[in-house]
């Protein structure tokens, strides 16, 4: 057996989960996945996987989809008979200890990604982990020394970032084409939490997933302020909770979409649906954040629009594939223009040709899973990471401060040496 270094990728034994192997005058490199976790999210994480080699043949990236680890039996058994896994359990610490497993993929509830993900990085695997990395900063700020100092690869799911026309107006940004940002407007408003019969899902618990809509929803608009406008200065944030009580779920059935009945037993929602903040950035612009997970109108409209001394851009999860923009300097007319996504935009051109033509929501997370996997194949930190992610805690911190302060508060470096 070759024993596992986590500094570089090896070229290893056939027995082993990362291979190269010469097809098509190519190289192919197969990565061994251990995915922990098989609901909604580990389904779709492990669809990605999958579809890479399809869509994505030419980057010789082949996942080998090694074992995956759930709670419930019934999981299991449809991750090895329909995806393909080849081995399942129900302990995930018998995943993490399999040499084949060169990338440990967290999708379980939030509570367990600490140690799930320490444990991970200790074995020597590299690290995909659904946001919240952590379930308070604190936690996220433990964990990304673990992953820095195991010398692991990590990843994490801030899969908007991947949209094409987001990757567009990011370029657009480092060309300067928008001039110098002077306002940026970023909110996830999500009609998950809207239905009063909703079930009480561990999203709605603080034990088990840390804070509400502040970690679930609005660190995605954190990320994507922080992706495209640059760090943030300080904050002042409130917050509140406007559903108190949902139906009581079945354990292993149901997600956070479903519904019971009003004679349901019910229980106490016990963090919050709405979390609003103004900002301003390092370089000096101004903004708003918003997330909300209960409010009625938007369905998942996690979205952003900025400004810059040259122009603007806007754009809505719930349009992916249409942008607005401004840029007069290069426009025969004043004012914004519809920009339709299609193969001339980064990465679309593998899923359909031609312009106009629409993605979804899980080829975003078929691209995020690509890039993560190359990262891997080259030993390159992927980005967003562990880092990223703590960055993003440290603006949540900073709002939940603000919480209590009721004032402006500044946004701090939680790394720990």
């Known amino acids: 057996m070759v024993a596992y270094d986590p500094r570089r990728v090896v070229e290893v034994e056939r027995d082993r989960s990362i291979d190269e192997t010469k097809e098509c005058g190519s190289m192919t490199k197969e990565i061994g996945i251990g995915l922990i976790g098989f609901g909604w999210m580990g389904q779709a994480h492990s669809r990605s996987y999958r579809a890479i080699p399809t869509y994505f043949a030419d980057e ?13 039996g019934g999981r299991v058994k449809l991750a090895m008979e329909n995806f393909g896994y080849e081995t399942g359990t129900t302990e995930w610490q018998d995943l993490i200890a399999r040499p084949d497993v060169d990338v440990i ?9 600490r140690e799930m993900a320490e444990a991970a990085a200790a074995a020597g695997k590299h690290v995909f982990c659904e946001k919240p990395v952590g379930t308070d900063p604190l936690a996220t700020a433990a964990i990304e020394r673990a992953a820095r100092n195991a010398g692991v690869i990590t990843g994490c799911g801030y899969n908007y970032r991947w949209a ?3 990757q567009y107006t990011k370029g657009l940004i480092e060309e300067g084409r928008l001039g110098e940002l002077t306002h940026y407007r970023g909110r ?15 999203r709605f618990l603080q034990d088990q997933a840390g804070y509400g809509a502040l970690t679930d929803i609005m660190s995605h608009a954190v990320d994507m ?11 002042v944030s409130v917050s509140d909770t406007f559903v108190t009580e949902r139906p009581l779920p079945t354990l292993g059935e ?23 903040a103004l900002v301003e950035f390092a370089n000096g612009a101004r903004g708003t954040l918003e997330a909300d997970r209960s409010i009625f109108g938007p369905q998942s409209s996690m979205a952003y629009e900025l400004n810059g001394s040259k122009g603007a851009a806007s754009w809505d999860h719930e349009r992916l594939n249409q942008l607005k923009l401004f840029l007069p300097e290069e426009q025969p007319v004043d004012g914004f223009i519809e920009v339709l996504s299609g193969d001339a935009f980064p990465h679309q051109t593998n899923f359909v040709p031609g312009g106009g033509n629409s993605i979804g929501y899980e080829d975003m997370k078929v691209i995020e899973a ?3 996997l190359k990262a891997v194949a080259s030993h390159t930190q992927h980005r967003p990471g562990f880092a990223d992610a703590l960055a993003v805690a440290g603006v949540l911190d900073a709002m939940t401060r603000s919480w209590k302060s009721e004032q402006w508060e500044l946004v701090v470096d939680l790394a720990i040496p």
Not at 188 to 202: E, I
Not at 225 to 235: E, Q
Not at 254 to 276: A, F
Request: hydrophobic share 40%.
């Open 60 to 72: 010789g990236i082949t996942p080998r989809l090694v074992g995956v680890a759930d709670l419930m």
């Open 105 to 113: 993929d967290i999708t379980a509830p939030a509570a367990m990604h």
């Open 164 to 166: 094409p026309m987001v």
């Open 188 to 202: 996830f408003f999500s009609m998950y939490g809207r239905d009063r019969l909703g079930l009480l899902s561990w």
């Open 225 to 235: 302020a922080l992706h495209l406008a640059g760090p943030i200065k300080r904050v």
């Open 254 to 276: 149901g997600t956070h979409y479903d519904r019971g009945s009003p004679d349901d037993p019910t229980g106490t929602v016990t963090n919050e649906d709405y979390v609003g």
């Open 370 to 372: 690509l890039e993560f």
